[in-house]
């Protein structure tokens, strides 16, 4: 099964920065969804975007997806140290609706 | 809120033990899910359930199994724990189709 590629593996930005964090993929999808992960605990859903959409916001986080070029990016404006975590593109793709792929993640750092 | 729950946060057992893991939700998700996540490697699919008593493997099913038999309650099981199984456990929950997961706060077991 096909799994996102994040890019870079690590961030470290100053507080006020924006960021911008891809991922990239190789076989077609339904929707690609972003999470964050604080340090040691569970994933939190950021924004869902489906394969006929090509940007979405929700506050400070904009995701766009380029399906020509199999890749997403999830943009952080204004960035916090409260944002300093990793964060992981899932992919939903293929004929199996239940199964999300995730990748290995980019862990960001926000300096106060 | 939709709030997915786990018995434990740590947990430390030795190998040959037979491990139980509970999840909880809340919010009547049809489809649940138990991953490991390690460094290096992401969050890998142990298994799924789409419904009571259904199941379906996941990319690294051996030496695991899970029991659902109600709806709110999914259970992953280490029928013989070993050390190569020392990791983040983490379950989530679904209401179906291509809609996202809401994930528990993640186990730690270590098995010595």
């Known amino acids: 099964s096909q799994q996102g590629e994040e890019d870079p593996q690590a961030l470290s930005i100053q507080e006020g920065e924006n960021a911008t964090m891809n991922c990239s993929y190789k076989?077609?999808?339904?929707?690609l969804q972003w999470y964050r992960q604080n340090s040691g605990r569970g994933l939190v859903h950021l924004i869902l975007i489906r394969s006929n959409e090509r940007e979405k916001h929700s506050g400070r986080l904009r995701v766009t997806l380029d399906t020509s070029k199999k890749s997403s990016s999830l943009l952080i404006t204004a960035s916090r140290a409260a944002d300093t975590a990793s964060y992981f593109c899932a992919l939903n793709s293929g004929g199996s609706n239940y199964k999300l792929t995730f990748g290995k993640g980019t862990l960001l750092t926000v300096n106060p | 809120d939709v709030k997915v729950t786990q018995s434990s946060r740590y947990l430390v057992k030795r190998t040959g033990e037979k491990v139980f893991l509970e999840c909880v939700q809340d919010m009547d998700h049809e489809n649940m899910f138990w991953y490991r996540q390690d460094p290096g490697l992401g969050l890998r699919l142990i298994y799924f359930s789409y419904d009571v008593k259904m199941k379906e493997k996941g990319d690294i099913p051996e030496g695991y199994s899970v029991s659902r038999e109600k709806k709110e309650r999914f259970s992953l099981i280490l029928e013989s724990a070993s050390t190569n199984q020392t990791s983040m456990y983490l379950c989530?929950?679904?209401?179906?189709?291509?809609?996202?997961?809401?994930f528990g706060p993640g186990t730690r077991l270590t098995v010595l």
């Open positions: 076989t077609s999808i339904n929707n």
């Open positions: 989530a929950s679904r209401a179906g189709g291509y809609n996202e997961q809401f």
